[in-house]
C-alpha cells in the first residue's frame, strides 16, 4: 500500500482536568463554523484518527475538536510517562472522571465558540460515554448528538469480549493468522493502517478498567433527559459491539424511554466496526453531512446552547 501521511490536526492544546490529568485536545477550525462537531474516540486508538473526517466537515463550514482520551494518544503517553505498558489505564476517577472529561472539553469548546452550535460525536467507547453524558445536565448545552458504532449497554446487546473472533482468518486459510484487525473493516487498507499505528493497542475493558468501571459501561438511556436534542446513531450491519439489533433497540429506548423526538438510525449492510474507515465510507460521511445540514441552527439562530456545561457530570 502506499505510503499514508501522518495525520496532523491544525492546532494542539491541553487542558488540566478536575483530576489534575493533562488533556491533549486537537483543533480543525474555519472561519465563521455553522456549528463545531466534538469527537470522543474509542478504545485502543486516539483522536488524530479522525483527521480525514475533520477534514471533510471543515469543507462543509463545521470546525472540529477532539481529545485524546485518559490513558490514549498523546495523553496517555504523557500521563504514564511514556510507558506503553500502561496505555488504556484511565487513572484517578477511573470512567466517570474520563466521562467528566468529554464535559470538560465541551465547555472549552463553548468558551471559544460562544453562541455556535455544538454537536457531541462519539465512537464506539465513545459513543458509549457519550450516552452516559447525555443522561446528565450537560446534554442541554449540545444542539445534536451522534452515536457511532454504537450499542444499546445493556447484556446481550453489547459484546464486550473478543471483538476480533468474528472476522480473524481461519488457521490455515489464506490471510492467517491475520492483522488483528480485520473486526474493524472490509477495507485490508484501513486494517494496515490501525496494525500500523504506534499508538493504537489491544483493547481488554476488564483488563484495562477493572470490574467496577467495566460495570459502569452499562446504562440504559435516562427518562428525564435534560432537553430534546436530534440523535443520529450510524452503525455497520456487521458490527460485533453491537449492530443492527443492538442499535434498533437503543433507538426505540430513546424514543420511547428517553421521549427524544428525533432518533434517525442508519444501518449499512455488510459494514463492521469502523464506519468511518469502511469501504463504503464516502456513503456514511454523505449520510452525516446530511443529518448536519438538517439539524444544526446556523451561528445566531435559536439553538440547544445553555449553561448546563458547567454542571458537574451527574451519575445514571
Do not use: C
Not at 48 to 72: I, K
Not at 129 to 145: C, E, F, I, R, S
Not at 246 to 267: G, I, N, Q
Request: hydrophobic share 40%; charged share 20%; glycine share 12%.
Amino acid at each position: 500500500m502506499p505510503e499514508q501521511p501522518p495525520p496532523s490536526a491544525h492546532f494542539t492544546a491541553v487542558f488540566e482536568d478536575e483530576q489534575g490529568i493533562a488533556i491533549t485536545y486537537y483543533g480543525w477550525t474555519v472561519e465563521q463554523p455553522r456549528a463545531v462537531v466534538q469527537i470522543s474516540h474509542g478504545l485502543g486508538e486516539h483522536a488524530l484518527r479522525y483527521a480525514a473526517l475533520a477534514a471533510e466537515l471543515n469543507g462543509a463550514g463545521y470546525s472540529v475538536y477532539a481529545a485524546d482520551q485518559r490513558g490514549h494518544g498523546a495523553t496517555g503517553l504523557a500521563q504514564h510517562g511514556g510507558d506503553r505498558s500502561k496505555m488504556g489505564r484511565l487513572g484517578p476517577g477511573g470512567l466517570r472522571a474520563t466521562v467528566d472529561d468529554i464535559r470538560q472539553l465541551g465547555v472549552q469548546v463553548a468558551r471559544e465558540h460562544p453562541e455556535v452550535p455544538l454537536v457531541l460525536l462519539g465512537h464506539s467507547w465513545g459513543s458509549l460515554m457519550v450516552q452516559m453524558l447525555v443522561n446528565t445536565p450537560a446534554l442541554a448545552h449540545y444542539a445534536g448528538v451522534v452515536l457511532v458504532g454504537t450499542a444499546y449497554r445493556m447484556p446481550g446487546s453489547m459484546d464486550g469480549g473478543d471483538l476480533t473472533r468474528r472476522h480473524r482468518p481461519a488457521k490455515g486459510s489464506p490471510g492467517a493468522p491475520g492483522n488483528g484487525f480485520e473486526w474493524l473493516s472490509r477495507d485490508v487498507e484501513a486494517q494496515q493502517r490501525a496494525a500500523s499505528d504506534e499508538l493504537m493497542f489491544p483493547a481488554e475493558v476488564l483488563k484495562l478498567f477493572g470490574v467496577a468501571d467495566g460495570l459502569r459501561l452499562f446504562g440504559r438511556p435516562s427518562r428525564h433527559l435534560v432537553a430534546d436534542v436530534p440523535m443520529l446513531i450510524i452503525v455497520g450491519d456487521d458490527d460485533i459491539l453491537g449492530g443492527r439489533a443492538s442499535a434498533t433497540k437503543l433507538r426505540r429506548a430513546y424514543l420511547e424511554r428517553s421521549k427524544l423526538s428525533d432518533v434517525e438510525l442508519h444501518v449499512y449492510p455488510d459494514a463492521r466496526h469502523e464506519i468511518l474507515n469502511e469501504t463504503n465510507r464516502d456513503e456514511v460521511v454523505r449520510d452525516l453531512l446530511a443529518w448536519l445540514e438538517r439539524h444544526v441552527s446556523p451561528p445566531g439562530a435559536a439553538g440547544g446552547a445553555g449553561s448546563s456545561l458547567s454542571s458537574p457530570t451527574a451519575g445514571e
